[in-house]
């Protein structure tokens, strides 16, 4: 064992004589909503959430995230920025949940925590446009008013929630 750690230690050393670069610490900056919005929409963020799971969302600019969200083929997803961060909202009204974070850059390397708890939930990167064709599969969903700027449901809909 003590030699391994010898070599180790002489290896390194060696690196560093040699004039290899340590790694360099960049510094995490927050984004704002409105930051988030520029750097997600029309395109796709895919990653790892902490627990090991592999997510890939192609943000359309009309609201809906189109492709996988790490458990199930996204059939529903919609998302939408606030001042603070991002939220993803899955699901009919009646049963929707909703996920919200904040957003961290440091270089091309994103972080999502939790809104709520700041814990760590993804790290993501983004892939310009949509280059691994999401899609709704022909059973195209919409974004209602609660999250977007879709139209509101007629007068009659409205009523009849009274």
Same mark, same amino acid.
């Given at each position: 064992?003590?030699?391994?750690?010898?070599?180790?230690?002489?290896?390194?050393?060696?690196?560093?004589?040699?004039?290899?670069?340590?790694? =360099?610490?960049?510094?995490?900056?927050?984004?704002? /909503? @409105?930051?988030?919005?520029?750097?997600?929409? +029309? *395109?796709?963020?895919?990653?790892?959430?902490?627990?090991?799971?592999?997510?890939?969302?192609?943000?359309?600019?009309?609201?809906?995230?189109?492709?996988?969200?790490?458990?199930?083929?996204?059939?529903?997803?919609?998302?939408?920025?606030?001042?603070?961060?991002?939220?993803?909202?899955?699901?009919?009204?009646?049963?929707?949940? =909703?996920?919200?974070?904040?957003?961290?850059?440091? /270089? @091309?390397?994103?972080?999502?925590?939790?809104? +709520? *708890?700041?814990?760590?939930?993804?790290?993501?990167?983004?892939?310009?446009?949509?280059?691994?064709?999401?899609?709704?599969?022909?059973?195209?969903?919409?974004?209602?008013?609660?999250?977007?700027?879709?139209?509101?449901?007629?007068?009659?809909?409205?009523?009849?929630?009274?």
């Amino acid at each position: 064992m003590r030699l391994v750690l010898r070599l180790a230690a002489a290896f390194f050393g060696c690196l560093l004589a040699a004039g290899a670069a340590a790694p =360099v610490a960049v510094a995490a900056e927050r984004l704002t /909503g @409105e930051q988030i919005q520029r750097a997600f929409e +029309g *395109n796709t963020v895919s990653g790892r959430y902490t627990n090991g799971g592999f997510f890939t969302e192609y943000h359309a600019p009309d609201g809906r995230a189109l492709g996988h969200n790490g458990w199930q083929p996204n059939t529903d997803a919609c998302w939408i920025t606030k001042p603070e961060g991002i939220c993803y909202y899955y699901g009919p009204p009646e049963n929707r949940t =909703v996920h919200c974070f904040t957003v961290e850059t440091s /270089g @091309e390397l994103y972080v999502l925590r939790n809104l +709520g *708890n700041g814990l760590v939930n993804a790290l993501a990167r983004i892939e310009r446009g949509n280059p691994r064709n999401h899609t709704d599969n022909g059973t195209p969903w919409y974004c209602d008013g609660l999250i977007s700027r879709a139209p509101a449901p007629p007068m009659s809909r409205r009523l009849a929630r009274w």
